[in-house]
């Protein structure tokens, strides 16, 4: 366990309901199947007291890289990123098989993201899917169904599951979808037919079934939603998700940001309420109007106005932190001159990213903080959802049959879309195709990890 302050205490009347069903589920499995460890009532903190399952397969692979022993040890996500990953794939155990070894780890916190909807990925094409946007039925039936029936096997029922719901598909709709400099065709077609909602409601409400599964939204990062033209409009957008296709409010436990993002946790050199010579920092080229400057921040913004949606008063929020480090030598000591805006806040600012917008690769990125429960008041927990080392997306054409395309942002040379204000991409060069191995990258993490490694 790696705990590090503690949580507020909070009651709530969803706690009392959930505790309710797993005692009736436990008082049901105690007669069905003797012997069996049976549901314990959900906790409003899964990560307190826990022990987080640590994937061997990325672990071998970290901990054959030179230093990278000082985290192969670490907890990350396992994700179930098309039909076939639930059986397994050559070099991946399947869904089974993690959980399994889970239990033979002694682990009592499992983490998984669930990532296949139809016409995924609607914004890019680096993980573009298996799925056609109208493949509703498919993710459901074939997708959806088996993880929750093998989630929902007595056997794990000593585990927390942690599930991480569709990162980047809701937040597309919000700003992808029609009327701005970044939208696609793709994104409006999934707009339109409602795909994203209908998944995500069914895959909430499926999940949410299970008594010792916490479903966490993934809700982009302070980069993509801090403005307020985004901000409200997305709370809207996760609401209207969750109360569809039988999932309500209280089949989410919370939300996640930064998910395989870079953005920092906290720039420690610059507030968003800062000046220089009468010009605010919002105005800077850097921050562009946002109103959030950094992860935590936005975090736990965010769940002030999830709450005010509707959604539970004991909601928590994670923050992926596996790759948001920005430090090694070129990590700013302390604040820029006050000669100008730009220059203060290009001078302090830790991420280091050409455009907050670029996503994939990123060079001079480093390892984060370390998965830690309970670090802020709001926060579940700091987690690794995307493990360090597995690549965003290739750096020029792939063939392969995992349904990645092909996304310039990947490749050094682009010089950009709307999305990132048309500026060069940042990412490293000769990278692998999405979830693949990627050694450089790696290495270049371990260089730059912030909080340093041990
Ligand atoms: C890829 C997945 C991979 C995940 C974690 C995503 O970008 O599309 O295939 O499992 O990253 O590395």
Redesign the pocket.
Known sequence: MRSRGTTTPHKSRRRAAAALSALILGASLAVAAPGQASAAARVDNPYVGATAYVNPDWSAKAAAEPGGAAIADEPS?V?M??IA?IDGTPG?RGLRAHLDTAVSQGADLFQV?I?NLPGR?CAAL??N?ELGPTELDRYKNDYVDPIAEILGDPAYASLRIVTLIE?DSLPNLVTNAGGTAGSTPECATMKANGNYEKGIGYALHTLGAIPNVYNYVDAAHHGWLGWDSNFVPAAEQFKKAATTEGATVTDVHGFIVNT?NYSALKEPHFAVTDSVNGTTVRQSRWVDWNYYVDELSFAQALRTEMVRQGFASDLGMLIDTARNGWGGSDRPAGPGPRTGVDAYVDGGRTDRRIHAGNWCNQSGAGIGERPTTAPEPGIDAYVW???PG????SSEPVDND?G?GFDRMCDPTYTGNGRNGFNLTGALPDSP????WFSGQFQELLRNAHPPLD
């Open positions: 996500f994700w990123d098309r990953a991946a993201v990532y990925d680096a993980s899917g990162p395989a959802a995307k493990p597995e690549s965003d997306g995992e990645k195709v999405a979830g693949h």
